[in-house]
């Protein structure tokens, strides 16, 4: 938390990147009935923190529901910029 009490847009831009993430993982698993990696990480891990976490930050009257739905939704659109950012910082490193 900043000083004026306010909290940083990039946290909830990188949960909601992090929840839009592991949303994808289980539409793939939906659509394609089949393992796909990341639904395990999904179920077991960001599905519980991101419940537990958004129940906080709506109890204590520090995000709306508004704010959390446009974060989701920049999280899906930044994952593949994202994502093709770090494919070529891996080809570039390794």
Same mark, same amino acid.
């Given at each position: 938390?900043? &000083?004026?009490?306010?909290?940083?847009?990039?946290?909830? $831009?990188?949960?909601? #990147?992090? %929840?839009?993430n592991?949303?994808?993982? /289980? @539409?793939?698993f939906?659509? %394609?009935?089949?393992?796909?990696?990341?639904?395990?990480?999904?179920?077991?891990?960001?599905?519980?923190?991101?419940?537990?976490? $958004?129940?906080? #930050? /709506?109890?204590?009257?520090?995000?709306?529901? *508004? *704010?959390?739905?446009?974060? #989701?939704? =920049?999280?899906?659109? =930044?994952?593949?910029?994202?994502? $093709? %950012?770090?494919?070529?910082l891996? &080809? %570039? =490193? @390794?």
């Amino acid at each position: 938390m900043f &000083r004026n009490g306010t909290y940083s847009i990039f946290s909830f $831009l990188v949960s909601g #990147l992090f %929840l839009a993430n592991g949303v994808s993982h /289980l @539409f793939q698993f939906i659509s %394609l009935k089949d393992y796909v990696p990341g639904i395990v990480t999904f179920i077991i891990v960001i599905y519980p923190y991101s419940i537990f976490t $958004l129940k906080h #930050l /709506l109890k204590e009257k520090l995000i709306t529901m *508004k *704010k959390i739905l446009g974060h #989701l939704f =920049l999280g899906f659109i =930044l994952q593949v910029p994202f994502a $093709l %950012l770090s494919l070529w910082l891996a &080809r %570039l =490193l @390794f």
